[in-house]
């Protein structure tokens, strides 16, 4: 009897990707991570494969660091943590094939660091968050991480919501009305 997996990997007959994360909230940890650059490995031995699709199923795409397990490990496995995490993100945002997040419900921080590193994102309407509730938690966000976003989140508003508030953001930012 074997275990169930917590990443799956597809391919399309038109040639897409996909990842499917299937544990719950899909919280990161060493194991976790090191399951989904196993599966990134599969969709770039696929050679007719032509684009990435990351998802999950129920309320969370990533419900981020499992602070739980982080916070009971040695000093040693939490920066081998730490390294395979920045690793992974800069992975995802180098890989060589276009990538879509296909965010299917809660995205919060360590999570929308793993979605935000995608070349494209799109959210559900009716339910979810994307949020970098760090400030909330009392957690700093570190260098690797502020690289992260400063690559990816060129509006300075949206990431001053984002990232210094903490704002929970369902499909995009309101944009600025223009005084007539």
Known sequence: MGTTPKITTEFTADGFGIIRM???????NID??????????????????????????G?????????????????????KFSNLLHDTLWRIMHFPLPTVAALNGHTFAGGA????????RVMRA???????NETHLKLPI????HEVLNTKVWNLDAMREAV???RRITQRLPRKRKKH
């Open 59 to 79: 309320k969370f795409y990533s419900n981020g660091i499992d602070l739980d397990w982080l916070f009971k490990q040695p000093e040693v496995i939490a920066k």
């Open 164 to 166: 210094v508030f903490g």
């Open 22 to 28: 299937l544990n719950g909230q899909n919280r990161l």
């Open 113 to 120: 660091f793993i979605a935000i590193s995608h070349d494209y």
């Open 126 to 132: 009716d339910r979810g968050w994307i949020c970098w």
């Open 32 to 57: 976790f991570l090191t399951e989904l650059n196993s599966a990134l490995d599969r969709v770039l031995s696929n050679k007719n494969c032509k684009a990435l699709i990351t998802t999950s199923e």
């Open 142 to 145: 570190g260098d690797p991480l």
